[in-house]
C-alpha cells in the first residue's frame, strides 16, 4: 500500500500541480542548435535559440507552412534528440502528411539511433504529444494513435531501446499514446477514452513493480483536454494549449462535477485518503491564487 501511495503522490504531483516539461527535464537552459544559420523568419528565431524547449502559444501560432522545408531541415540536422523539441512542436502545427510521415518514422525507429540513452528517451514524449495536435487535423496521425494504444502495436513496430530499459515500456508508450488522444480534440477520441475507463475498472498493478505503470493518470488526462478542447474550441486549444486560458478551464474541468468524478475514479477517495488530502489542499491553493 505505501508503494502505491507513493507513486500515486508522484503521479498527483505531475498531473495536478504540473512541473518541468520533458524537455526541461531533459536539459537546463538553451543548448546552442546545430540547425541551418542561414537567413531565417524572426517567428522562427525562437526554436533556433531554444531548441530543448516547448515553444510557448504565442510562437506556435506564427508557424507557417512554407516553414516546413526549414524546420524540417533543422529537425534532420541536429544530432541530438532532445535539441529538437522546439522544432517537433512547430512542426506538429503545420502537421501535413509529410510531417506525420517523419514523426511516424521516429516513433518506430528512434531519431537517428535504435540504442538511446536516458537523456533521449524525452523527445519521444515530445514527438506524440506532436502526434496528437496533428491528430486535430491530420486522419494518418489520428489512426497512428488509435494504433499505438496498444502494447502490441509497440512490441511488434518498435525498433529502438533505451540502454538500462525495465519492462514495461511498451505498455508506459501505449498509455502515454492515450493520453495525447485527449489532444485531438475529437469526438471519437471521447468514445474510445469512455471504453477505456470502462474496460480498466478492475485494473490491477503488476506483482513486478518496474512493470506498475498508472493508466487511470493518462486516462484522466486525456479527458481533461478533450473537455477542454470543447469549452475553449478546437483552433484555439491548438494554438492556447498549455497557456493561461487553458491553465484556467483546465482547473474550471478539474473542479466540475465531471471532473470530480473521473479523478476519483482515477484516485479512489476510500482507498488512499492522504493522497486526497493533497488534492484538496491543492484545490484550496488555486482557488486563493484566481
Not at 40 to 51: G, H, V
Not at 114 to 128: C, N, R
Not at 154 to 171: F, L
Not at 240 to 256: M, P, T, V
Amino acid at each position: 500500500m505505501k508503494r502505491v501511495l507513493l507513486l500515486g503522490i508522484g503521479l498527483l504531483s505531475f498531473v495536478l500541480f504540473g512541473g518541468a516539461t520533458a524537455a526541461e527535464r531533459l536539459a537546463a537552459g538553451s543548448a546552442a542548435s546545430r540547425v541551418p544559420q542561414g537567413e531565417l523568419p524572426a517567428r522562427l528565431q525562437w526554436a533556433r535559440d531554444n531548441p530543448n524547449r516547448r515553444p510557448p502559444p504565442e510562437v506556435r501560432r506564427d508557424v507557417r507552412t512554407e516553414d516546413k522545408e526549414w524546420l524540417i531541415q533543422a529537425y534532420r540536422s541536429q544530432p541530438k534528440a532532445n535539441q529538437r523539441i522546439a522544432i517537433v512542436w512547430l512542426l506538429a502545427c503545420v502537421g501535413d502528411d509529410e510531417v506525420f510521415r517523419l514523426f511516424s518514422e521516429a516513433l518506430r525507429f528512434g531519431p537517428g539511433a535504435q540504442t538511446l540513452d536516458e537523456g533521449s528517451v524525452g523527445v519521444f514524449t515530445e514527438l506524440l504529444h506532436g502526434m496528437g495536435v496533428m491528430a486535430q487535423t491530420n486522419d494518418l496521425a489520428f489512426q497512428f494513435l488509435t494504433e499505438a494504444i496498444n502494447p502490441d502495436w509497440w512490441r511488434k513496430e518498435r525498433k529502438w531501446r533505451v540502454t538500462s530499459e525495465q519492462p514495461g515500456e511498451n505498455e508506459s508508450l501505449a498509455w502515454m499514446s492515450v493520453e495525447v488522444l485527449g489532444l485531438s480534440a475529437r469526438s471519437e477520441a471521447g468514445v474510445m477514452l469512455d471504453r477505456i475507463k470502462r474496460e480498466s475498472a478492475g485494473y490491477v498493478p503488476p506483482k513486478d513493480p518496474r512493470e506498475n505503470w498508472a493508466p487511470g493518470s493518462n486516462v484522466y488526462t486525456a479527458k481533461r483536454y478533450l473537455e477542454v478542447s470543447r469549452k475553449m474550441g478546437r483552433q484555439a486549444f491548438r494554438d492556447g494549449l498549455f497557456g493561461s486560458e487553458f491553465k484556467r478551464y483546465s482547473l474550471e474541468w478539474r473542479r466540475s462535477e465531471e471532473g470530480m468524478k473521473w479523478l476519483e475514479w482515477w484516485i479512489p477517495r476510500d482507498q488512499l485518503p492522504e493522497l486526497w488530502r493533497d488534492v484538496e489542499k491543492f484545490f484550496e491553493n488555486s482557488e486563493r491564487d484566481r
